[in-house]
């Protein structure tokens, strides 16, 4: 799967530099150092309260950083709130796929951000483009585009999440746990759509607890302990259990944090 | 979630449509038959009923329920309801319930007949100061609601009480307010002349059929998929029918044989609730609001998720409610000439929730259309209508349409579970 190789890889889409980031006496996320690269899929992994959820919420605009430096296409970046992530071509898929069951296909992808023509909504326009982005995502899955979300299997709804967020001209797109409630032919579907999108040259955060999804999409590995970057691998170099050390333990042999930092920071 | 296996058939089976469907009338049918038994009843309940109903109330009572005239009483006494069930269609698509919307109408036909009669405003002041009455109770309810974070349940129902309370003290004690502004009362007294009554019935079908052909020009021109132009026409011709026998219906005399004055034509109030549904559904089919309600009603996260206000969306429908509210109780004050302390009360507002719930509006919000009112509403009035003729006891009325509004939300509990159990 792994294409890029060492030395020809291309230059960071997405660089942070020692990032912290507390919520009040917790200290949550602890000097991180995170590279995403486009056309690479780049996994986030680490257990429960590893600090997963509050990076990405970081990059979205969701949170503040306290500090650290954000650097977007080599450019240094500050990013206040979701819609300045949007502009800069961040989009997230989010774990619990905040779809409307109630509306169809088209509505959902443009959800917020509608065409119009005047003060009425451009169906029309609308749905080539929401069709044209399914096509070029190769999703062959979809009976219309005009069918409501709530009629979609899980495989499908998560694939509307993510054509949406593709749809905007979008350089790098993170992923909440995609596959996380999915059957294994929905998230082999999935899996591979993750994979058609950085194929197609963007860069793709991917957070998941599932090993095996990691080791057949990911390009690069960011492990997360504790609030630290324990260590980002490629996923070439390194194997299955070598990563569920990193997870468990912040380290595994010579990759990963010093024994003394991994001590300190399973006592923070 | 449906299964693996099944999912994957899926995948084999359906490509994305790119060849436009010329489907037939044939299809579309089956299309409609599969909605129906997924959960889907649209607006079947109410076309049931009201044939169920016509045919009882006109066996039980054919020398009164079948007339003409009646006929006309019965849209007059629909109007107000249907109307104010409009407005509730707004607050029950997000999810939630404006049990005040009632009195809100009673309190806006108090400020009309204190300030047309006791201080002789003219009408179209009168009528201003009433909507900004509503707006204002808007307001106040979704401030409560959207950014306080009170149930509206709870909000509405101080409403109930305190708008009651207003209204006493805007009409004085006991009183009855005389409406005496000819512009007022002929909107539910007064009756368009035949010639226009063809002439709206002309417009609306054209209008109708103009816009269908019009969206599946553009749909055609974009190369995407289109129904078959004999599903238009069979639409719009059933439309055709519909509105045709309506209005023949209300240009027939409807005096008593020998009478000195002849009374034919549809009633003044029919364009106006056709404009109402005209504009209002343009507002919630067409216009990133319409679509931004709908959102909220479906799942509130993910719309506040995808950059939506939820709390402005909420108030202006709040208000969009309340507004139109006042409109209703306008129609209440020309109807019976005269504002009491008991318009808008009693059974109006269950009367107006029920109208939306049998039209199929859901109560759990995200579904729902302006035209449900409509015709719900005239399910309402037609019980409204025959009740008091087939019994007299008022006893016996209120249990029926108690049972009639638990009919018509079981109907709607029912679909929405079946909805959920065949993924619609």
């Not at chain 1, 492990?223 to 990563?243: E, H, I, P, S």
């Not at chain 2, 019935?201 to 078959?228: D, E, H, N, S």
């Not at chain 2, 002849?262 to 679509?291: E, H, N, Y």
């Not at chain 2, 969306?313 to 409610?321: E, S, V």
């Amino acid at each position: 799967m792994t294409q890029a190789v060492e030395g020809q890889q291309r230059a960071p889409l997405l660089s942070l530099r020692g990032i912290n980031k507390s919520f009040g006496a917790v200290h949550v996320l602890r000097d991180v150092d995170f590279d995403v690269r486009p056309g690479e899929v780049t996994a986030l992994v680490g257990d429960n309260g590893a600090g997963k959820s509050t990076l990405i919420k970081c990059i979205a605009g969701i949170h503040p950083f306290d500090d650290g430096e954000i650097l977007f296409e080599g450019q240094p970046v500050t990013i206040h709130g979701p819609k300045d992530a949007n502009a800069l071509g961040i989009e997230i898929v989010y774990q619990d796929l905040a779809l409307c069951d109630n509306l169809d296909v088209v509505h959902n992808m443009f959800l917020g951000r509608e065409l119009h023509s005047g003060i009425t909504l451009n169906e029309t326009e609308m749905e080539k483009r929401a069709g044209d982005t399914l096509k070029s995502l190769s999703v062959r899955t979809l009976r219309s585009l005009r069918q409501n979300v709530s009629s979609l299997s899980g495989g499908q709804r998560q694939t509307v999440a993510i054509a949406r967020a593709v749809l905007w001209n979008s350089k790098l797109v993170i992923l909440d746990e995609p596959t996380a409630a999915l059957g294994v032919a929905q998230t082999e579907q999935v899996l591979n759509l993750v994979r058609r999108l950085a194929d197609n040259g963007l860069g793709v955060v991917l957070i998941t607890h599932n090993m095996n999804d990691v080791m057949q999409v990911a390009d690069s590995i960011a492990t997360l302990f504790l609030g630290q970057m324990a260590a980002q691998v490629r996923a070439k170099d390194v194997n299955n259990t070598q990563v569920i050390e990193l997870i468990t333990a912040g380290r595994s042999g010579d990759i990963g944090l010093k024994p003394r930092e991994a001590a300190e920071a399973g006592v923070a | 979630m449906s299964t693996t296996q099944s999912d994957s058939a899926q995948v084999s089976q359906f490509d994305l449509e790119t060849t436009p469907g010329q489907g037939g009338i044939g299809e579309a049918a089956s299309g409609y038959w599969e909605r129906i038994k997924g959960g889907d009843l649209g607006a079947l309940p109410a076309v049931i009923g009201a044939v169920v109903l016509v045919i009882v109330f006109g066996i039980m009572e054919p020398d009164s329920f079948l007339t003409e005239q009646n006929f006309a009483n019965l849209l007059n006494q629909g109007a107000a309801i249907m109307v104010l069930a409009m407005g509730l269609v707004f607050v029950l698509l997000l999810g939630e319930i404006d049990l005040s919307a009632g009195f809100t109408a009673g309190t806006g036909a108090a400020i009309l007949g204190v300030t047309l009669t006791n201080h002789g405003w003219a009408w179209p002041l009168s009528i201003a100061a009433a909507l900004l009455t509503g707006v204002a109770i808007g307001l106040a309810i979704a401030l409560l609601v959207a950014r306080l974070g009170i149930p509206s349940f709870v909000v509405s129902l101080a409403f109930f009480l305190g708008l009651q309370g207003a209204m006493l003290l805007i009409i004085g004690e006991g009183g009855t307010i005389p409406i005496r502004d000819d512009a007022v009362l002929s909107v539910m007294n007064k009756n368009m002349p035949v010639a226009l009554g063809w002439l709206l019935a002309l417009i609306v079908i054209a209008g109708f059929a103009f816009f269908q052909f019009w969206a599946m020009r553009t749909r055609k021109k974009a190369g995407l998929p289109t129904p078959a132009i004999s599903v238009l026409a069979v639409k719009v011709g059933a439309l055709a029918v519909v509105v045709l026998a309506l209005i023949w219906l209300l240009q027939q005399e409807r005096q008593r044989p020998n009478a000195p004055i002849v009374i034919q034509g549809v009633p003044w109030v029919v364009p106006l609730v056709v404009a109402l549904v005209v504009v209002l559904t343009f507002l919630l089919m067409r216009t990133s609001f319409g679509r931004h309600v709908y959102a909220v009603g479906g799942n509130a996260e993910a719309a506040r998720r995808a950059g939506i206000n939820v709390p402005n969306i909420k108030t202006l429908c709040f208000i969009l409610g309340s507004t139109l509210a006042i409109v209703a109780g306008i129609l209440l004050a020309s109807r019976d000439n005269s504002v009491s302390p008991t318009t808008g009360g009693a059974q109006t507002l269950l009367y107006a929730v029920g109208a939306a719930v049998i039209g199929g509006t859901s109560l759990f919000g995200g579904r729902g259309r302006i035209v449900d009112a409509v015709t719900g509403g005239l399910v309402v009035a037609i019980i409204a209508n025959g009740l008091p003729l087939v019994t007299q006891k008022s006893g016996v009325q209120f249990i029926i349409n108690g049972l009639v509004l638990l009919l018509a939300a079981s109907v709607d509990a029912i679909s929405r579970r079946r909805a959920a159990a065949t993924g619609r």
